[in-house]
C-alpha cells in the first residue's frame, strides 16, 4: 500500500532577517539562548560552542551561512538543538541560533506559497525558498548544512581541543 503525502509538520523557525521551514523531526530541543565558548579559528557562521547534555555542539549562524547579517543573540533568542541527518555521522547533534520560539506549521499545498528560489541568488545549503503569505521562508538543506558544519567543527577542534 503506497501513502500518499498531503502535509509535513514542519516548525517555522523565526530569524532576524528571514525565516526557515525545517521538518518537526530535526529539531531535538530549543533552548534559551546563552554564551557560547569562543572558538579561536573558523569560519564567521561558525559562532562559538554549546555545552549541552555533556557534549559540545557547534553552533552555527544559518544567516551567514546564506549571505544574510549575522544574529545579534538579543533578548528573545533561542538555541534549537538539531539531530543529524546523515546516517553515521560522528556528529549526531549541532545547534543554530533563531530569533524567537520556533512554531508548528503544517507545510502542505494550500499553506505553502510558491518557490521564489529562482528570484535569490543563494548557495546550496538552501534547498528552496518560499512566500508564504508576505513572509519568505528558507527550505534548508540540511545534509548539506551538516557537511559543512561538521568539516569546519573537525578543523576548529585541533585549533580548539577543549571544545
Same mark, same amino acid.
Given at each position: ?22 521538518p518537526n ?10 554564551p557560547?565558548d569562543?572558538? =579561536?579559528?573558523? /569560519? @564567521?557562521?561558525?559562532?562559538? !560552542?554549546? %555545552? ?5 555542539l557547534? +553552533?552555527?549562524?544559518v &544567516? ?5 547579517n ?5 533578548r528573545?533568542s ?7 541527518v ?6 549526531p547533534?549541532?545547534?543554530?541560533v533563531?530569533a524567537?520560539?520556533?512554531?508548528l ?10 518557490s521564489?528560489?529562482g528570484? =535569490?541568488?543563494? /548557495? @546550496?545549503v538552501?534547498?528552496? !525558498?518560499? %512566500?508564504?503569505g508576505?513572509?519568505?521562508?528558507? +527550505?534548508?538543506?540540511? &545534509? ?20
Amino acid at each position: 500500500m503506497n501513502a500518499v503525502v498531503e502535509s509535513v509538520r514542519t516548525l517555522w523557525v523565526p530569524l532576524e532577517e528571514i525565516n526557515l521551514l525545517v521538518p518537526n523531526v530535526a529539531v531535538a530541543e530549543v533552548i534559551n539562548y546563552q554564551p557560547l565558548d569562543l572558538i =579561536k579559528e573558523g /569560519p @564567521d557562521w561558525l559562532l562559538g !560552542c554549546l %555545552r549541552w547534555r555533556e557534549q559540545a555542539l557547534p +553552533v552555527v549562524s544559518v &544567516e551567514n551561512l546564506c549571505g544574510y547579517n549575522s544574529p545579534q543573540g538579543d533578548r528573545g533568542s533561542r538555541i534549537s538543538v538539531l539531530n543529524s541527518v546523515c546516517a553515521g555521522s560522528n556528529m549526531p547533534f549541532f545547534a543554530i541560533v533563531t530569533a524567537g520560539i520556533p512554531r508548528l506549521f503544517n507545510a502542505d499545498d494550500d499553506a505553502l506559497g510558491d518557490s521564489i528560489l529562482g528570484e =535569490k541568488n543563494l /548557495p @546550496d545549503v538552501v534547498a528552496d !525558498c518560499v %512566500r508564504i503569505g508576505n513572509e519568505e521562508a528558507l +527550505v534548508p538543506n540540511l &545534509e548539506i548544512i551538516q557537511k559543512v558544519v561538521e568539516s569546519a567543527w573537525k578543523s576548529v577542534r585541533k585549533y580548539n581541543p577543549g571544545q
